[in-house]
């Protein structure tokens, strides 16, 4: 199976209006299992030696945002725990206002979930990445790191191995 990689050009596309006027549970759900499952290349590679088979993975991060501002610099994230994935789920809530899903629309609510889960995965990240909610166009920033979070966590669920638990955890963004 295929899946597309997911660039901040397809996530802003994606978020428009106009692309969320069809979407369904069945359709998120399959494109949600769609993610996770990844191939490997026809050479099969040892999938252990890869970087994201590591748990705290750290990663470069390089992007250069619509108005040609380059975001360059170096984050640590690690594979959520349940208690990282209650927090950002708390967190998400609370940046929401308690408002039920029914009543927002989707790019809110996915705001509010990738700041959220950032803020308990991350373990290190630049300076500039301390409060990416009030940045001018931030949204497509904290899409693109949550893409690298995301491709971590995707491959690290098929072939990861843990070998000791995460640093201290900043909790804050």
């Given at each position: 199976?295929?899946?597309?990689?997911?660039?901040?050009?397809?996530?802003?596309?994606?978020?428009?209006?106009?692309?969320?006027?069809?979407?369904?549970?069945?359709?998120?759900?399959?494109?949600?299992?769609?993610?996770i499952s990844i191939d490997l290349?026809?050479?099969?590679?040892?999938?252990?030696?890869?970087?994201?088979?590591?748990?705290?993975?750290?990663?470069?991060?390089?992007?250069?945002?619509?108005?040609?501002?380059?975001?360059?610099?170096?984050?640590?994230?690690?594979?959520?725990?349940p208690l990282d994935l209650i927090?950002?789920?708390?967190?998400?809530?609370?940046?929401?206002?308690?408002?039920?899903?029914?009543?927002?629309?989707?790019?809110?609510?996915?705001?509010?979930?990738?700041?959220?889960?950032?803020?308990?995965?991350?373990?290190?990240?630049?300076?500039?990445?301390?409060?990416?909610?009030?940045?001018?166009?931030?949204?497509?920033?904290?899409?693109?790191?949550?893409?690298?979070?995301?491709?971590?966590?995707?491959?690290?669920?098929?072939?990861?191995?843990?070998?000791?638990?995460?640093?201290?955890?900043?909790?804050d963004i």
């Open positions: 199976m295929e899946t597309e990689k997911l660039t901040t050009e397809i996530l802003a596309k994606r978020f428009s209006t106009e692309s969320l006027k069809d979407v369904t549970a069945e359709k998120l759900a399959k494109e949600v299992d769609d993610a290349p026809a050479e099969k590679k040892d999938p252990t030696k890869d970087p994201r088979s590591k748990n705290p993975y750290t990663f470069p991060f390089e992007w250069k945002d619509p108005r040609g501002k380059v975001w360059k610099g170096t984050f640590t994230t690690h594979y959520p725990t927090k950002a789920g708390t967190m998400q809530s609370r940046l929401l206002g308690g408002a039920p899903k029914e009543s927002l629309d989707a790019l809110t609510d996915e705001i509010a979930f990738m700041v959220s889960r950032l803020t308990f995965c991350l373990d290190s990240r630049p300076d500039w990445f301390v409060d990416p909610l009030n940045e001018i166009d931030g949204v497509p920033l904290i899409q693109a790191v949550y893409s690298e979070v995301l491709s971590f966590e995707s491959f690290f669920r098929q072939f990861g191995k843990i070998e000791k638990a995460s640093a201290t955890k900043l909790g």
